[in-house]
């Protein structure tokens, strides 16, 4: 299989560079995957897709302001990515920088009066240690949003609340659950309200999303691995749901790779590890019975995933109406729902 055959050509004003104004006011594309019937909604009409009967689980991890900007003691610029939070002044980190970093050398941050250690280089990145008060709090305080590439501006004050979910708990991601973005406090409650099952997974997405897939076959790609979380309580609402015929969405990718890992066995259950399972045409699903997402990079692996969910034929017609329509693309884009 070759990742040529994810490929789509996207124009690019159809890529949101701004989130809409209101979260739940983004257009929801359903997909009929059985059908291959396509129909055009509003966010909020996802309240009428689902029932008492069923599960809804989102990811709620937090996004890290993980994007910091200094120079080394030679004044050279550096730009830092946080990967992964090792311990509360250590951390793995992607690094942009004319030369490579040495260590026992340092990053002097361009705010505050931080410096920070290399300790050593690990594979394709690099583990610093943080001088007190410790990573997140320095990421807090000095860090910018990590705003994908494509979205190609600086990111603003405003993406601090808006490129994240409303539900966000859980620290430790560099890129947010895009999916959720669309679900305001209102719109959960009414979930709620109408007897949806609402549960919540972690997975800790890691700078390693943002790279693009650098071999032709498809199989021969290698998932960054991410930490993940699903609670014994999430076991149990799934196994309940399955029980009474309900069916278990994921909202996001995110969700469903948690899901898919902690079932891997056949059976769902509580699972706290790092995941790199790879989903593409040929997977065999054993949790999830629907998802929403927002629309993914051409050549992605998150292309790839959702082609194994809904059928590659079904989700290259859904996008080409979806830029005959004009919906918007990727992270502050519009929402697909897939059903089957």
């Known amino acids: 299989m070759k990742v040529s055959d994810f490929e789509f050509e996207l124009p690019p004003h159809l890529i949101a560079r701004y989130p809409v104004a209101d979260r739940a006011s983004s257009r929801l594309l359903h997909l009929n995957a059985t059908t291959g019937e396509i129909s055009h909604l509003g966010f909020r009409a996802i309240l009428d897709q689902v029932s008492d009967n069923d599960l809804m689980v989102f990811n709620d991890t937090r996004v890290i302001p993980a994007r910091l900007f200094g120079h080394k003691e030679t004044g050279g610029r550096v730009e830092l990515l946080l990967e992964r939070v090792l311990g509360h002044q250590l951390a793995l980190m992607q690094v942009r920088s004319s030369k490579t ?14 410096r920070l250690r290399v300790e050593r280089r690990a594979g394709s990145f690099y583990e ?24 190609d501006r600086e990111d603003e004050a405003a993406d601090r609340q808006r490129y994240q979910t409303v539900y966000a708990r859980q620290e430790g991601a560099v890129a947010a659950p895009t999916a959720g973005l669309h679900f305001d406090k209102a719109l959960m409650q009414a979930l709620a309200d109408k007897g949806v099952d609402l549960q919540f997974v972690t997975l800790h997405v890691g700078a390693g999303t943002f790279q693009p897939v650098r071999v032709e076959e498809v199989e021969s790609h290698k998932m960054h691995a991410e930490a993940i979380t699903v609670s014994e309580s999430v076991s149990e ?32 259950q509580p699972t706290c590890c790092d995941t790199d399972i790879f989903i593409f045409p040929g997977y065999e ?56």
């Open 101 to 114: 970093l040495k260590p026992g050398s340092y990053v002097a941050l361009d705010e505050g009066n931080y």
């Open 128 to 151: 610093l240690s943080f001088p007190p008060p410790g990573v997140l709090e320095i990421a807090n305080d000095v860090g910018h949003v990590p705003l994908p590439p494509y979205i």
């Open 237 to 268: 609402a799934v196994n309940a749901c399955k029980s009474k015929g309900g069916r278990v969405i994921a909202v996001g990718t995110t969700s469903v790779r948690c899901l898919e890992t902690a079932c891997a066995s056949g059976r769902i």
């Open 285 to 340: 699903f054993r949790c999830v019975d629907a998802m929403i997402t927002n629309f993914h990079l051409p050549g992605s692996t998150l292309m790839m995933l959702v082609s194994a969910f809904a059928g590659i034929e079904n989700i290259k017609r859904a996008y080409e109406v979806a830029i005959q329509e004009e919906y918007r693309f990727f992270s502050y884009g519009d929402a697909m729902l897939m059903t089957r």
